[in-house]
């Protein structure tokens, strides 16, 4: 319908762990050492980014 976001795919299981799909790395920075990734998650928009 319009202006309803579609509904978001559920997490894959993996040896019996739930895992999410990358869609795409947007960014990525160095924290205390530490690489961190800004992430668009298959299948989620914009404001689900981490």
Same mark, same amino acid.
């Given at each position: 319908? *319009?202006?309803?976001? *579609? !509904?978001? *795919? *559920? %997490?894959v299981?993996? &040896? $019996? &762990?739930?895992?999410? &799909?990358?869609?795409? +790395?947007? =960014? !990525? /920075? +160095? @924290?205390?050492? /530490?690489?961190?990734?800004? @992430?668009?998650?298959k299948?989620?928009? %914009? &404001? $689900? =980014?981490?």
């Open positions: 319908f *319009p202006g309803q976001r *579609p !509904s978001q *795919p *559920p %997490p299981k993996v &040896e $019996d &762990e739930y895992h999410y &799909e990358v869609n795409e +790395i947007l =960014d !990525s /920075r +160095i @924290v205390r050492g /530490r690489l961190q990734y800004l @992430v668009r998650w299948g989620y928009g %914009p &404001e $689900d =980014d981490t």
